[in-house]
């Protein structure tokens, strides 16, 4: 008979999991003992437990070993570390623009801070799992506190469109990717990413196995808000608080990245004749669709939105040339993960100056951007680096994303590779048309209404644009920096 | 000394004028003196710089890459902080110096509404930024960033400063330089991974051409051949050109014809004709064909403009199609005579605009038809658009002479193996082209210049060239007539290199 035997349990390398869930139940303490009196130290608690959680991803990059715990169901690689550290300053930066945002709104506060640090916790589990049922736990830590957040201007009925969309989205794709994911269970025997790899094998896949890889990917395809599963991603942008907006876009969106790489690259490794073709089509459209509805967009934070939907585009491309690169799928990976970590410095930029307008103007609509060179040159400036970063126009970050994609799609120099490789292309041109529509509403049009007041800006609302601004810069001039980290982002398997 | 000019002496000539741009941003928007006085000592400190290089160029060995650097940059893809220089560079390097100063000074009181001289100054010296790097990086990858880092300060200040259509014109530029450049950078990788794991310049002359296959490199040459031709632009690339210079403030369509367009040419001579000669071979026709198309539809184009400054844009499509041709022959002679006419239409041109612009500020219109007599209203202003008139059709003794007939000459004997009849049809419909330039050239001046001021203008007071504008304009005019003279000068430096590197094709 099975008898329990205590798993071994190595704390070191559960430490930022174990400082996050620390600091979030002493938020919810001081909340709850301190009530109203405690409303200005929430936001600085959930900050510094995020800073706090950093530490032993420190401690641990130092220390160099790969850790793999419970069966290889839990796996602290360089990979699960790089992407962590992401997800913890891209929640840093998300309190900095939330601190406030909520606060001078009339929101739950201890709340909202409890809620957005458990997402984050489910993200930070989401880099480690190698293992069907940890991939999913996590999906649903992390997204089930951001169905919550995604409605959290209560009173507000596109608040409420926001959330219940993302919500009914959300848990119909779970349930998609739960059925795909019992069938490869049933397949293989085992939940464990590698011993699927091994089950599965490689050669002729049989239907059930093309049906259950299909519907993981498509699951997740929801999740990174990928083309045509990405209906629900402008209406929820549009109506959650913009802080969450932010979150969503790239948090959120690198989690389901970075679940689909585990799969991918480790589960489903051998059937890349099921996944390829499928990922090249979900690319192509993804970009395509997202650049050209976003053409459309009046409304900044709805064509953010769009923007995010066709940069996820960019970012499957890695996806569909699995298996032709001359150094391994190792590439590919680290393609995705460079742009991602690229992406989150320059969108949660681009949000974060979008609040800050947002607090004069009281509103994203892109008309009331004009001008705002002539009242706020400096936020202006910012806002129009930021968008061209997106856009991907040296010197400012972007480019060196757009650079690591279109250097593996090349390198992979198939014929449908090099398509892709174009079709990226010129989806960079069509995105410039919307990213400087932006910067020619502010810098080439009249100030809005007239009205010419100043627009004051927080101190932290101030640090998260700048933490922003210096890094997309830096990493612009300077690729180095970041490439360092991305080329030690594989996994151990 | 030698030795800290050797390391340093080029980085401090294209970074120097960002130095002064990060030095503006610190400074508060209304202090428009300072702004003026940092800008004007950043592209003079750059200038100096550069006449320090080019004294201690050493002109026996224009061929060699001088005051190189190669130091690590991006190392997870290969990419090198490498840049130097050679006797190709040389010459467009210091013209771009040389026109960013003297559009500094240009700009002492010809701020283009809605005024702000500070962001105007700092992004003229981004601009220098980009095109400095340009001419001196020998890594594909900096290239790029260099070549791409002029677009965001010209989208500006064409968007900014711009006349009545400026977004428009703004946009649309961007958009199609951009698109050139997206396939440009697939290019740049496909070199990278085919030809031989590497992106430094020189090695890639040496090892590329063995390593692609013939099919490969035509499909390479092309991806570069958009980079570069929509950047010179070459017909039927050219449509984003007239709107750009005629929506641009003066300093910007200076700064645009002079420098800008050069990028583009530079891309074939540097970078696609040395790395892929073979495939160069192949497009050679087709790419001479375009430029005599580009060199008869631009004067006519020019023949049918009722606008000044549309008529030089358009007189450029036509220039730029003659540097085209000489580098379509793939031989030293054309090549010397694309580099030639590179710098003298920097020069002939960049006058030009700056001619037009002073002509705008005096009488707030820049249409032909109600333009007349600047002869007897500003007798200076109107020989030196004389002049440059004369300049800029080939007049023998003045620079363009040198950049077009040669270039003509040129296409009499192509390289090795390419049909002699039909670059010798080339010759001729060129040599037609210089024709009509003469055509809509003197016509242009006749009626802006000759005659009686018109009525609308006839009590107005026109002053004539003041300080500033000889400042700015006295070294360009120079600049022509020594050419002119003395084209040995130049030669002497493109020479040696251009007979290194396109002997072998």
């Not at chain 1, 876009?249 to 051998?270: H, Q, R, T």
Request: glycine share 10%; charged share 10%.
């Amino acid at each position: 008979m099975l008898s329990f035997v205590q798993p071994n349990i190595d704390y070191h390398a559960l430490a930022p999991e174990l400082v996050l869930v620390g600091a979030l139940l002493l938020l919810l303490l001081v909340d709850l003992v301190f009530e109203d009196r405690a409303r200005w130290a929430t936001s600085s608690l959930a900050g510094l437990g995020l800073l706090a959680a950093l530490i032993p991803i420190i401690t641990l990059a130092v220390n160099g070993h790969d850790r793999s715990m419970f069966g290889g169901a839990y796996v602290v690689d360089n990979f699960a570390l790089v992407m962590k550290a992401v997800f913890l300053l891209a929640g840093y930066v998300v309190v900095l623009m939330s601190t406030d945002y909520i606060g001078e709104g009339d929101y739950y506060e201890g709340e909202y801070y409890f809620m957005l640090l458990s997402s984050l916790f489910g993200m930070l589990i989401m880099a480690s799992a190698r293992d069907l049922i940890s991939i999913f736990i996590a999906l649903e830590t992390l997204s089930i506190p951001a169905y919550l957040l995604a409605g959290w201007r209560k009173r507000d009925l596109k608040g409420n469109e926001a959330s219940l969309k993302y919500y009914l989205l959300g848990v119909f794709a779970s349930a998609v990717m739960l059925y795909g994911m019992s069938l490869i269970f049933g397949v293989t025997g085992s939940t464990v990413l590698t011993d699927i790899r091994d089950g599965l094998g490689s050669g002729e896949s049989v239907p059930i196995i093309t049906v259950g890889i299909l519907f993981v990917v498509i699951g997740f395809a929801f999740k990174v808000s990928a083309v045509p599963f990405h209906t629900w991603a402008p209406d929820t942008y549009e109506g959650a608080p913009t802080p969450i907006t932010a979150f969503l876009s790239v948090a959120s969106k690198a989690a389901g990245f970075v679940a689909l790489l585990e799969l991918v690259f480790i589960a489903f490794e051998g059937h890349e004749e099921v996944w390829k073709p499928l990922f090249w089509i979900l690319a192509a459209i993804t970009m395509t669709v997202g650049n050209l509805i976003a053409l459309r967009q009046t409304n900044v934070v709805r064509m953010l939105a769009y923007s995010s939907v066709a940069q996820a585009g960019y970012m499957l491309a890695p996806f569909a040339i699995a298996g032709d690169l001359s150094g391994g799928n190792v590439g590919a990976i680290k393609a995705v993960v460079t742009y991602l970590i690229i992406y989150a410095a320059m969108n949660l930029g681009a949000f974060a100056v979008v609040i800050a307008v947002a607090r004069k103007t009281r509103s994203a609509e892109l008309s009331s951007f004009g001008g705002l060179f002539e009242y706020a040159p400096g936020l202006a400036v910012l806002l129009a680096a930021f968008v061209f970063a997106l856009a991907g126009i040296p010197p400012l970050g972007g480019w060196y994303a757009k650079l690591a994609i279109l250097n593996v799609l090349i390198d992979a120099s198939t014929p449908w590779a090099t398509v892709l490789a174009v079709v990226v292309a010129v989806n960079s041109v069509i995105a410039l048309f919307y990213y400087a529509s932006v910067a020619r509403e502010m810098l080439m049009r009249p100030v809005a209404d007239g009205d010419r007041t100043p627009v004051t800006i927080p101190a932290s609302l101030a640090a998260s644009i700048g933490l922003c601004a210096v890094s997309t810069i830096a990493i612009g001039v300077a690729p180095n920096l970041i490439a360092r980290f991305s080329d030690l982002a594989h996994f151990v398997s | 000394m030698n030795d800290f000019l050797n390391d340093w002496g080029l980085t401090l000539a294209v970074f120097l004028p960002l130095l002064g741009a990060v030095v503006m941003m610190v400074i508060p928007r209304g202090e428009e003196d300072t702004h003026k006085i940092v800008a004007l000592v950043s592209t003079l400190l750059s200038g100096a710089v550069g006449v320090w290089l080019l004294f201690n160029f050493d002109y026996d060995h224009s061929h060699k890459l001088q005051f190189a650097r190669n130091d690590s940059w991006i190392d997870v893809i290969n990419s090198r902080y490498h840049i130097g220089i050679d006797g190709i560079s040389l010459p467009l390097l210091v013209l771009s110096m040389f026109i960013t100063i003297l559009v500094v000074i240009y700009s002492w009181n010809h701020f283009p509404e809605p005024h702000n001289p500070k962001a105007f100054l700092a992004l003229t010296l981004v601009l220098e930024v980009g095109m400095n790097g340009t001419f001196v990086a020998q890594d594909l990858i900096l290239f790029f960033v260099f070549f791409e880092l002029v677009l965001l300060p010209m989208y500006f200040m064409i968007g900014v400063w711009g006349g009545e259509q400026r977004q428009y014109a703004a946009i649309k530029f961007f958009l199609f330089t951009l698109f050139g450049s997206a396939l440009m950078i697939l290019s740049f990788l496909a070199l990278y991974f085919k030809g031989g794991q590497t992106f430094d310049m020189p090695q890639l002359i040496q090892v590329a051409q063995a390593n692609i296959s013939h099919n490969t490199a035509l499909w390479i040459f092309g991806g570069l051949f958009m980079g570069f031709a929509i950047k010179v632009p070459m017909f039927p690339f050219h449509t984003w050109l007239p709107d750009a210079h005629t929506q641009a403030p003066t300093q910007g369509s200076v700064i645009l014809a002079a420098i800008l367009l050069k990028l583009g040419t530079y891309g074939f001579i540097r970078i696609a004709i040395p790395i892929l000669p073979e495939a160069a071979h192949t497009w050679a026709p087709w790419i001479g064909g375009l430029a005599v198309v580009g060199i008869i539809y631009g004067a006519l184009g020019c023949l049918a403009q009722t606008d000044l400054k549309r008529l030089i844009a358009f007189s450029s499509v036509a220039h730029m199609g003659f540097v085209m041709l000489g580098i379509a022959t793939l031989t030293p002679v054309g090549i010397n005579a694309a580099i030639f006419g590179m710098v003298a239409h920097g020069l002939i041109t960049g006058m030009l605009f700056f001619i037009a612009g002073s002509v705008k500020d005096r009488f707030h219109t820049l249409e032909i038809r109600r333009l007349g007599g600047l002869l007897v209203q500003a007798p200076r202003l109107g020989w030196i658009l004389g002049f440059c008139a004369m300049a800029s059709l080939g007049l023998p003794g003045l620079a363009g002479f040198w950049g077009e007939f040669p270039a003509i000459l040129s296409a009499y004997s192509p390289a090795a193996g390419m049909s002699e009849a039909l670059f010798r049809t080339y010759m001729v419909i060129a040599s037609v082209g210089t024709v009509l330039a003469a055509g809509y050239l003197l016509w242009m001046f006749q009626r802006t210049a000759f005659g009686n001021p018109p009525e609308e203008f006839a009590d107005h007071h026109i002053h004539d060239v003041h300080g500033p504008e000889w400042l700015a304009w006295t070294p360009m005019l120079a600049g022509i007539v020594v050419l002119g003279v003395l084209p040995g000068l130049l030669l002497n430096i493109t020479n040696p290199a251009v007979m290194a590197a396109f002997s072998r094709i």
